[in-house]
């Protein structure tokens, strides 16, 4: 097992990668987190030193607590919100993003698109400015510096009301609440995509609602983030092959909550429909530091997958990418079968 597991390793780290699904703001490292603390004068009450506030990132976090009941520990979005409270200007910004880049580049990462979050950053007065120049000047270095290409996506937040963010995500938030913002979104041309977390309440009507009318239109979205459930519904199923559409999967955000056999056993459903699946990282710092790697070798390994499937994960996440056509030809090119 143990060769096993290193010829895993080895041919992973090796593997030219897309990563579809990753939150900038889940990859804040605790030094990044310690350092702008000091530099923007931001206490950390609950961390007096920085190994206190290495050590906060092993824990497991509770989910919800509307679900799981409270057990003691913060939730991840109590932990993911209060990390950021440190990115204050423009600088924090570029130095956060940069730092996943370095990351990506020795991942063998060559695109990438990020989700950022702007509305959990305005509504604690950091100017939008900040957030997108910085993440701008970023995506530019990361081409100079690591021959990384990046697109950023653009989130808004289903938790709309401000004071409730510590308290509430998409739970009772359907994707239908918001169809005028979708709309919008495709009418100024932007791409698609919405979150359907798995484990969800009604996760499988929100993975229609996505896939169909509520979402860019009465075409749906052009992918969809998680879904995992959806292999539960043979009618979702269907849909999701009919419109070509994608999925961004991320076993270790299930995996650290859920059945192995349920995790990586409706993967390899999804994988045996034909469905376009690809594997990313989510938010690997709040995740026990399992990156885009950790998250292929865990897939490989669980679901017997050999070296031409994970090649073809790859091919995925180029099909379902949003990269430009120059780029798009570099990575099929490189990903040879």
Request: charged share 25%.
């Amino acid at each position: 097992m143990a060769d096993i597991d290193t010829f895993i390793s080895t041919f992973i780290s090796q593997l030219p990668k897309v990563e579809l699904h990753v939150h900038i703001e889940g990859t804040l490292s605790p030094s990044l987190r310690w350092r702008l603390a000091q530099k923007n004068q931001i206490p950390l009450p609950s961390y007096p030193t920085y190994e206190s506030l290495v050590a906060s990132y092993a824990t497991m976090y509770n989910h919800r607590r509307e679900m799981q009941g409270d057990n003691g520990l913060p939730t991840f979005l109590e932990a993911y919100y209060g990390g950021m409270e440190v990115l204050r200007t423009e600088e924090d910004f570029y130095d956060l993003a940069m730092e996943y880049f370095a990351k990506a580049a020795d991942m063998n990462i060559w695109y990438t698109d990020p989700f950022f979050d702007p509305q959990t950053h305005t509504r604690r007065g950091v100017a939008l400015a900040a957030v997108m120049n910085g993440l701008k000047r970023a995506k530019r270095d990361a081409r100079r510096l690591y021959s990384v290409e990046a697109d950023w996506t653009m989130c808004f937040l289903r938790d709309v009301d401000p004071s409730s963010a510590m308290e509430t995500n998409e739970y009772d938030r359907p994707p239908s609440l918001f169809p005028d913002v979708f709309a919008q979104a495709r009418k100024d041309g932007y791409w698609i995509t919405a979150h359907c977390d798995v484990g969800q309440k009604i996760t499988h009507e929100h993975i229609r609602e996505v896939a169909t009318s509520y979402v860019g239109g009465f075409e749906g979205a052009d992918r969809i983030d998680h879904g995992l459930n959806a292999i539960e519904r043979p009618e979702l199923i269907q849909i999701i092959k009919q419109r070509g559409l994608g999925l961004t999967l991320c076993p270790q955000a299930y995996h650290r909550r859920l059945p192995t056999e349920y995790v990586f056993g409706n993967i390899k459903k999804l994988w045996d429909e034909g469905v376009r699946i690809t594997i990313a990282s989510d938010d690997p710092t709040y995740m026990h530091q399992r990156w885009v790697q950790e998250n292929l070798e865990l897939v490989m390994h669980y679901c017997g997958f050999n070296s031409r499937d994970m090649i073809r994960l790859q091919k995925n996440g180029v099909d379902i990418s949003w990269a430009a056509e120059d780029e798009l030809d570099v990575m099929e090119r490189t990903l040879t079968l």
